[in-house]
């Protein structure tokens, strides 16, 4: 098989496979113009090789960059898109609730103005974040999260980002890859404890979005083996890879020598695929 496009993030069906597996989608475009996605999960088992034909292109405007901002977007597109204002990254800044938008009220009142919650992901350890509510599961198969746990559900966005602040303190916000890469067992019983000591943490101030009834959410990706160490490649300063896929997890790509590519971070990202019996 041969594909040749922009690289766009993977989707994820919010269902689990029969198999209780994540089912992924392979997105890209021809520069703006949407490709019919794919699923990659054949590929597993197989050799690839993944070309960077040295051209970049804006997801937003299309025009050919030198560097991508964001999620593939030139400077002035990252400096004005909806999608990098400052409550995207830090939801507590979020004030669309009040009618005081960052940047694009239209957008803020979509996306932020709308119910969010307030979960445990376990990913390389335990970890608090915050999606919107109709981001779920979507988020938790982004991070590569194995297990997850709801603990606060609230109207707005600002709100659910004071709720992480209180509780980032205590626990991590932020996930090492390299550990997430890795095997790990589901751990039911650490979410429900983590999420029970969340709750004494916050206190009577936040009782009240405490969701009470939440279970512990297990995941699992189609990853057919687990390299004992791995490399993060970027196609700026590597672009030809090849080698066997040996599975998918969150955004990246795994070969078997260790090699893993971040697909979210290389959008707009003009590759030329090889799939099987194609590959040199």
Known sequence: MFWKGNLRKMATEPELSTSNVVSYSWNGADILENKSPIDPEGWI????????????????????????????????????????VESVIHPELSRI??????????????????????????TSGLKVGVTRETNVPYRWH??????????????????????????????????????MLAEVPFDADALDEAREQAFEWLGEEYESFFEEISQPVCIQYPVIEFP???????????????????????????????CVLNIRNHAGYEIELTVGDSVQ
């Open 45 to 84: 088992g197989q050799d690839i090789e993944i070309n960077h034909t040295g051209r970049i292109h804006c997801v937003v405007t299309g025009k050919r960059i030198k560097k991508a901002y964001g999620e593939g977007m030139c400077y002035d597109a990252w400096r004005s898109s909806p999608h990098s």
């Open 97 to 122: 609730h009040e009618g005081i938008a960052l940047r694009d009220k239209e957008w803020e009142e979509k996306h932020h103005n709308q119910p969010h919650i307030v979960y445990i992901s376990q």
């Open 142 to 179: 982004d991070q590569g999260a194995i297990g997850a746990i709801v603990i606060c559900k609230t109207p707005y966005r600002q709100l659910a980002g004071q709720i992480e602040v209180a509780l980032k303190p205590h626990m991590a916000d932020r996930t090492n890859y390299r550990k």
């Open 228 to 258: 004992s160490k791995i490399q993060s490649v970027r196609l700026d300063k590597m672009p030809m890879l090849s080698g066997r896929l040996v599975g998918i997890k969150g955004q990246y790509l795994i070969f078997e020598d260790g």
